[in-house]
């Protein structure tokens, strides 16, 4: 082989490299969405409004409901982590179980 031939890289090459790119940059900006959205939410969040959310998700734990809030606004992340850990943590006490017919 000569020593002038320059290296050739199949086309098909070219484009998994450039679809990996774009995956991976995708995922880098949701994740930098989801930080941004935590960090605005949990500014304008008081301590009262997370304390009311749990205790809501805590009683529907309890109560043994699936975990389907119509009534709550939960687009609010941390809203909806206070919910989500309330209702867990309801559960618990409860005994993990689910009724099926509600």
């Not at 990996?20 to 930098?32: K, P, R, S, T």
């Not at 969040?45 to 009683?59: L, P």
């Amino acid at each position: 082989m000569s020593e002038n031939k320059e290296r050739f890289v199949a086309i098909h090459t070219k484009a998994v490299w450039l679809a990996a790119w774009i995956v991976m940059l995708v995922i880098m900006a949701m994740i930098l969405r989801n930080c941004v959205t935590s960090v605005i939410y949990g500014s304008k969040t008081d301590n009262a409004e997370v304390a009311y959310y749990y205790r809501q998700g805590e009683i529907t734990g309890k109560a043994g409901l699936r975990a389907w809030p119509t009534d709550l606004d939960l687009a609010n992340p941390v809203l909806r982590k206070a919910y989500s850990k309330g209702y867990r943590d309801g559960l618990d006490g409860y005994g993990g179980r689910v009724r099926s017919g509600e």
